[in-house]
């Protein structure tokens, strides 16, 4: 009877550990307060992508991310010292000069590029100058679209328009 006893308390520890396990899978969010999407995994060793820390329902993304240089630049995107994350996935933008400008418009120095939702992922914008690239707000909250502007260009969802 004790050794039944013992080895359901400790079936009913182990049960336990593995519940405790399975539901703490994130650790720390990396920087709360820009995006609630990035996380430490509970040893601090990996940093995880899951949307809205919901990764019961959304599933998570280990990166390959380098947890001691990176940092949050928005709710989608993240950087360490060699690579761009958007949405957990590595691209092509330069780390050194990547930035999410105030109008929340991803661009490194070569390339701006606009989130396209499906397939998860940046597309640079062909014909875009990062330097004088900018949102129209006006036509934005009016249309529902994404409409910008650079030094010589109008761009309609990332696409430039032939306009004058």
Do not use: C
Not at 68 to 77: E, K, R
Not at 79 to 93: F, I, L, R
């Amino acid at each position: 009877m004790k050794i039944a006893l013992a080895l359901l308390g400790i079936l009913v520890l182990v049960s336990i550990f593995l519940l405790v396990r399975f539901f703490t899978r994130l650790g720390k969010p990396v920087n709360e307060g820009l995006s609630h999407s990035y996380y430490y995994d509970r040893k601090g060793e990996k940093v995880i992508y899951s949307p809205m820390g919901n990764w019961f329902e959304l599933g998570y993304h280990e990166t390959d991310a380098d947890p001691t240089s990176f940092v949050v630049l928005s709710t989608y995107a993240g950087k360490d010292s060699k690579t761009v994350y958007w949405k957990g996935k590595k691209t092509q933008a330069d780390p050194a000069s990547f930035i999410i400008d105030s109008n929340r418009i991803p661009k490194d120095k070569l390339h701006v590029y606009f989130p396209w939702d499906y397939p998860d992922s940046l597309y640079v914008i062909e014909g875009a100058d990062p330097a004088t690239y900018q949102s129209l707000p006006i036509l934005n909250e009016r249309y529902w679209h994404h409409w910008d502007v650079d030094a010589t260009s109008i761009f309609l969802d990332g696409k430039k328009v032939e306009a004058d």
